[in-house]
């Protein structure tokens, strides 16, 4: 992967896509700041139905002009086989009227309208004056999304109970005495120190508005969603295709994806009661994980050992492969490892801005209370969200500015693509040598099972699939959803009913790592068995890497074609 990029001239196609990622980020300036574009920092999203309906016609006119102009190369081709499969896909969910209607406990609006604040500097008194701005939005923002909600319920779209109630859930986590807009203000204040008194109060009035709306949200979605909300959690055959394809960018069986994922998941636990033994003989998984919580060698006290051990082991990855394995860009050899400011567990990657000026970013969201935390157990992920996951593959598109335009570079993400080539990450760090330690390992394969388990919980439990043996067969139910669970997961419990929560309300999302792992690795191989011995794993990463998060039909057409 070079770090050098020929200079290309910009195509009418580039100029029909440059167009696109301006409108879109001055539809949603939320994303604008997720993706670092200045400019719209003290704004948020317009959630009324007539909002969603803005960001369709973009898609159908931005479809229109691709219709109206040729390929002038094969960078031109990808560009466009790309929008046409998202904004095709994007048209098609609007067609549904679900994307106005979907509640679930990781990712909808609700949890959007409180994420941003994360991503926005807070060094000078100016940047808390844009914070305390944008806060006064959230009053018209929330209001605006119980409108849709509502117009949506009226026609019968309603997300699961399950969903709308995490939703009333967080809306109560949010705005609790020790909940996120109490510890917001209490930690206020600029490198240099407090803030000026007028800006504090202001802070204060805009976070007391922000907390009530999120209150008045919870009471609405109780009062008008609740009551009109399914008890079942599956959403059906024909939603949950519709689903997978948007997160995956490819179309796939899902009968034998179900079946597929069963069979991964048995190869995966055959190898970590393999390792077991490594770790002592004689053991089982279980007593192996036991053995390995207890070794103060992997042990870490505190959230600023923590974050000290994440900053120092994804420094250390960048070292170890760059140059031999992969030719890392210069601004990518900084990433910055963070404590996040919630509390749901779990860790993310947020991607660097256009001029890297704002660095890609590690952030972990430790559970209320958790102290504790095991470096077997986690040394994969860190490897997952920084490099050669996460960091290298998103820092890589937006450094690979002078081949695509900004939609390619920032705006396309495919989750099959970026999870899949994530999980593909872990799995390529054990191919280098660097998990041969067995408490490493064992953490990897823990995260390994989890991710086959989604594939099959996920699929099986929204498609009506029949449950596996080991929990009764029959029909899947939250009971034996949840024993499949923990039967193949090493989490706390409070992180696996997330988890499960996760899979029953974001349909199709889960199963995009294990899945896009798979497409990732059919690729690897499709394209070995072609070039034979001419055959470069550096060389198959950097052609596929500097096409951009596409989804993967598009990334398999395009590598196989090159």
């Not at 691709?66 to 960078?75: F, K, N, S, T, Y």
């Not at 939609?407 to 693509?417: D, E, K, N």
């Amino acid at each position: 992967m070079s770090t050098q990029t020929q200079t290309r001239q910009p195509s009418a196609v580039d100029a029909i896509a440059e167009a696109h990622f301006a409108a879109a980020v001055a539809l949603s300036p939320m994303e604008a700041t997720y993706l670092g574009v200045p400019g719209h920092d003290t704004e948020l999203d317009d959630l009324s139905p007539a909002g969603y309906e803005a960001h369709a016609a973009l898609a159908r006119q931005t479809l229109a002009a691709l219709d109206g102009v040729e390929p002038v190369d094969a960078i031109d081709e990808v560009t466009i086989a790309a929008m046409r499969e998202r904004l095709g896909l994007q048209l098609e969910i609007a067609a549904t009227g679900w994307d106005r209607a979907t509640l679930n406990n990781l990712a909808s609006p609700v949890q959007g309208c409180r994420d941003i604040f994360d991503l926005m500097p807070t060094d000078t008194v100016e940047q808390w004056e844009t914070i305390a701005t944008r806060l006064t939005q959230v009053p018209r923002a929330l209001e605006q999304l119980l409108e849709t909600l509502t117009l949506a319920a009226d026609e019968g779209l309603v997300s699961s109970r399950r969903g709308v109630q995490a939703c009333i859930d967080q809306c109560g986590e949010f705005t609790a005495p020790d909940g996120y807009f109490a510890t917001f203000l209490a930690g206020a204040g600029t490198a240099e120190g407090k803030l000026p008194e007028p800006t504090r109060a202001r802070l204060q009035a805009a976070v007391e508005g922000a907390a009530t709306a999120y209150r008045a949200l919870g009471e609405g979605l109780r009062e008008r969603i609740l009551p009109h909300a399914p008890e079942a959690d599956a959403v059906g055959r024909e939603r949950y295709a519709l689903a997978s394809r948007s997160f995956l960018g490819a179309s796939v069986d899902l009968e034998e994806t179900y079946a597929w994922g069963q069979e991964e998941l048995a190869r995966i636990t055959a190898d970590m009661e393999a390792t077991a033994q490594r770790i002592r003989p004689g053991a089982s998984v279980a007593e192996a994980i036991a053995v390995l919580k207890a070794d103060p060698s992997y042990q870490l006290h505190g959230t600023d050992e923590l974050k000290a051990w994440m900053q120092e082991r994804a420094d250390e990855a960048i070292a170890m492969l760059h140059p031999e394995h992969f030719d890392i860009p210069e601004p990518a050899h900084r990433i910055e490892c963070l404590i996040a400011p919630t509390q749901t567990g779990g860790i993310y990657y947020t991607g660097p801005s256009d001029d890297f000026s704002r660095p890609g970013r590690m952030w972990w969201s430790v559970p209320k209370g958790e102290t504790e935390f095991g470096t077997w157990s986690e040394l994969s992920t860190v490897y997952h969200e920084g490099v050669p996951g996460h960091h290298l593959q998103v820092a890589q598109a937006v450094f690979n500015r002078e081949q695509l335009n900004s939609w390619r570079r920032m705006m396309c993400w495919t989750s099959g693509h970026g999870e899949g080539w994530a999980l593909y990450a872990e799995r390529l760090m054990a191919e280098f040598g660097y998990m041969d330690d067995p408490g490493n390992r064992m953490g990897m394969l823990c995260m390994q099972s989890l991710r086959a388990a989604r594939v099959v919980l996920d699929i099986g439990v929204h498609c009506g699939f029949e449950a596996p043996a080991e929990v009764g067969g029959g029909k899947w139910s939250y009971d034996k959803a949840w024993q499949f669970l923990t039967a193949h997961a090493f989490e706390s419990e409070g992180m696996l009913r997330f988890e499960l929560d996760r899979y029953l309300t974001w349909a199709g999302q889960a199963p995009s790592y294990k899945i896009g792992e798979r497409l990732w690795l059919q690729l690897r191989e499709d394209v070995r068995g072609r070039e034979g011995n001419a055959f470069s794993l550096r060389d198959f990463h950097a052609r596929a890497l500097n096409l951009g998060s596409v989804g993967l039909d598009v990334l398999r057409e395009a590598v196989l074609r090159s």
